[in-house]
């Protein structure tokens, strides 16, 4: 699709890689919404600044309501929460994809009618290379990524018939808040955004976005011993 004059909503878009996002389609020329939990936190300028819980339902039909000519929908809007599945907090688990799963769909439900309605568009879900591979440490997180995934891979199917494209974008880590402790190599978010918009603009449906990524998803064919060469 042409970024230049679409109509974007990004959530999460107040830090991080949504704010990356949110400032690349600006520069071509985008209309954004930029969606976060507290809208004054929000200091991009030339945005459009959204209440916006994704976890939420109201507060998901509330932005519906308001950004009714969008044709641009990024969900980036996410959390990490360090959980293990075995012994983690099991409340933190299912808030992982309360937020992943079921916010993201909530919000694809609400906005998928509205893009098709506006003559088509797409939708980028940002994934994760989790989303193929999984560890201990990040288990709750990963899980639900996988999750989102199986769903992009649903929907995009089911709403293509709706002018509607359902993308996917995958990403190991990148220089951001969250990942503000991981001492492994991190991608520059601005750099990444980048990607993600040109592939938008590709009509791609799954944009892999670093070598991590790419050498994950070379190794799926592989089967488990490709992906998890540790194990006995």
């Not at 688990?93 to 439900?109: A, C, D, K, P, Q």
């Amino acid at each position: 699709m042409k970024i230049a004059g679409s109509t974007a909503l990004v959530t999460g878009a107040n830090r991080g890689f949504g704010r990356r996002l949110a400032a690349e389609l600006l520069s071509r020329g985008a209309t954004v919404y930029a969606g976060a939990r507290n809208p004054d936190t929000v200091d991009l300028p030339g945005v459009t600044p959204v209440r916006l819980d994704i976890t939420d339902p109201a507060s998901v039909a509330a932005a519906a309501a308001l950004a009714g000519d969008v044709n641009l929908l990024i969900n980036n809007a996410g959390i990490e929460t360090g959980t293990n599945l075995l012994d983690g907090d099991l409340d933190l688990v299912r808030l992982e994809l309360e937020t992943h799963y079921f916010g993201n769909l909530s919000m694809i439900r609400s906005f998928a009618p509205i893009i098709a309605g506006n003559g088509g568009g797409t939708i980028l879900n940002v994934l994760s290379v989790l989303s193929w591979v999984n560890f201990p440490n990040v288990g709750a997180y990963g899980a639900a990524k996988s999750a989102e995934w199986a769903m992009t891979n649903a929907l995009r199917v089911q709403l293509a018939e709706q002018g509607v494209r359902v993308a996917g974008l995958h990403v190991g880590y990148m220089d951001t808040d969250m990942a503000a402790e991981v001492t492994a190599p991190k991608s520059d978010p601005a750099q990444i955004a980048r990607i993600g918009v040109d592939g938008i603009e590709a009509d791609a449906y799954e944009i892999v976005t670093d070598d991590i990524s790419r050498q994950v998803q070379a190794g799926l064919a592989g089967g488990v011993t490709a992906l998890y060469p540790q194990l006995p």
